[in-house]
């Protein structure tokens, strides 16, 4: 299933007691759709505020109408969506079988604030960023790394990632973008990327001071984890089907430096 949602006022993808997530409100109007007890496996947990226009996760179903999507539309509240629902092969796992996850930021920096449309998911910001100084420490966070200093370390989970994208643009609202990419993301990895990157742009920090956190041993007290609401989960991509099996095989083992 692809799947849409304002975060604004959900507490999170994860079902959480007497709280309203999103994983929560789609099982429970898939189980009063379909009449039987639906559980989700997703591609990506968010966090609350965070929003997600490209959002996978699949569920084991003995039977589904071909009518989902249009009956999901109906009973659904607005701020999610699911926009398209497929037969998946036997060896697909939306967690296990991804291959990257595309997550994109809006930061606006203009004197006069977002545009109030957008305020949902696009951070004010309160200084004015240097672009060039964004796109160069970025360059420097790419490639295979420990991202402890940029975690929220779960334990037996690694920190090792591989960050294979992160540029920085404006667009024709002179809003910043930040468009990240990998393998896959620590929790509030992209967030904390983000708030290390916001202290270059605005001149409190050099570009290569990013870097410098990639020989850390533990979270950095020095990172400020930026504002969830401008985060959006854009897409996640998975290998051709013959090659589902031998990614989620390789996504389950605990990977190492080399």
């Not at 975060?7 to 997530?21: I, K």
Request: contains cysteine.
């Amino acid at each position: 299933m692809g799947i849409a949602y304002d975060g604004t006022d959900f507490s999170g993808w994860a079902r959480q007691p007497e709280r309203r997530t999103v994983c929560g409100v789609i099982e429970d109007t898939l189980s009063m759709v379909l009449r039987q007890d639906v559980r989700l496996t997703v591609a990506g947990r968010t966090d609350a505020g965070v929003h997600a226009t490209g959002q996978v996760a699949h569920c084991d179903l003995a039977d589904a109408p071909p009518t989902l999507v249009e009956r999901l539309a109906r009973a659904l509240p607005g701020d999610v969506r699911v926009h398209s629902a497929v037969p998946a092969p036997a060896a697909f796992d939306a967690r296990f079988s991804a291959l990257r996850r595309h997550y994109v930021y809006r930061v606006c920096d203009h004197p006069w604030a977002a545009n109030p449309l957008r305020r949902n998911d696009t951070v004010n910001w309160p200084r004015r960023l240097d672009l060039a100084a964004l796109t160069d420490a970025s360059a420097t966070l790419l490639g295979e790394h420990d991202f402890v200093a940029f975690c929220k370390r779960r334990d037996g989970a690694t920190t090792i990632r591989e960050l294979q994208r992160l540029e920085w643009t404006r667009d024709a609202a002179g809003v910043l973008e930040a468009r990240v990419s990998a393998d896959a993301f620590c929790h509030s990895m992209v967030r904390s990327l983000v708030g290390a990157l916001l202290s270059v742009g605005e001149g409190r920090r050099p570009p290569d001071w990013p870097a410098t956190l990639l020989t850390a041993a533990a979270r950095s007290s020095e990172v400020t984890v930026a504002p969830a609401h401008g985060l959006t989960l854009a897409a996640v991509d998975y290998p051709p089907d013959e090659a589902l099996a031998a990614r989620a095989a390789i996504t389950r083992n605990v990977r190492t430096l080399s």
